[in-house]
T-cell receptor, first 113, second 114 residues
Framework: NAGVTQTPKFQVLKTGQSMTLQCAQDMNHEYMSWYRQDPGMGLRLIHYSVGAGITDQGEVPNGYNVSRSTTEDFPLRLLSAAPSQTSVYFC????????????FGSGTQLSVL | AQSVTQPDIHITVSEGASLELRCNYSYGATPYLFWYVQSPGQGLQLLLKYFSGDTLVQGIKGFEAEFKRSQSSFNLRKPSVHWSDAAEYFCAVGGTGTASKLTFGTGTRLQVTL
């Protein structure tokens, strides 16, 4: 059981470049979310989804887009990367029925130069 | 709006000593409360959670936490710390709804001296 899989693990971008962070889960979880982690600021919610075709903004959505075409996948897109988006990004999922806990991926470390 | 405060950024304890990490939350209804641990370069692992019932909850690795509604607190404790407990600890609060979002504190970094 793979759980939540994030790719890539590391990425370096130049300002203005675009890229997509991938997230996939194999637990049939309806709820998926993206967080960014910055020193001294904990984890902040970027976007989340409660099912295929449904997405909503979190605390810090600016500069990021998401879509949810399948239950399994929840990619995060940076359309024009900025140095302020240098961070560690975590994808997390959970079951809506149980609302037990979030399962986290291992993270993507992104540097924008 | 929901929020979590972890007042201690960094704590150092000796191996074998007891530990208490503080967490205060703000939430408009009955909260779901969580403690997660993050080792360097890793994702977050759930230590324990509180939904309802007994206010003292037991978790993995010998950790426990006590929910005190009157103080809006959910402090994490361990009677005897091991060197392998060195990590960053996050308290989080959420609700019961389908789209309930989990809000994290800023974390407490635990250092264990031998």
């Amino acid at each position: 059981n793979a759980g939540v899989t994030q790719t890539p693990k590391f990425q370096v971008l130049k300002t203005g470049q675009s890229m997509t962070l991938q997230c996939a889960q194999d637990m049939n979880h309806e709820y998926m979310s993206w967080y960014r982690q910055d020193p001294g600021m904990g984890l902040r919610l970027i976007h989340y989804s409660v099912g295929a075709g449904i997405t909503d903004q979190g605390e810090v959505p600016n500069g990021y887009n998401v879509s949810r075409s399948t239950t399994e996948d929840f990619p995060l897109r940076l359309l024009s990367a900025a140095p302020s988006q240098t961070s560690v990004y975590f994808c997390a999922s959970r079951s809506i029925a149980t609302n037990e806990k979030l399962f986290f991926g291992s993270g993507t470390q992104l540097s924008v130069l | 709006a929901q929020s979590v405060t972890q007042p201690d950024i960094h704590i150092t304890v000796s191996e074998g000593a007891s530990l208490e990490l503080r967490c205060n939350y703000s939430y408009g209804a009955t909260p779901y409360l969580f403690w997660y641990v993050q080792s360097p370069g890793q994702g977050l692992q759930l230590l324990l959670k509180y939904f309802s019932g007994d206010t003292l909850v037991q978790g993995i690795k010998g950790f426990e936490a006590e929910f005190k509604r009157s103080q809006s607190s959910f402090n994490l404790r361990k009677p005897s710390v091991h060197w392998s407990d060195a990590a960053e600890y996050f308290c989080a609060v959420g609700g019961t709804g389908t789209a309930s979002k989990l809000t994290f504190g800023t974390g407490t970094r635990l250092q264990v001296t031998l």
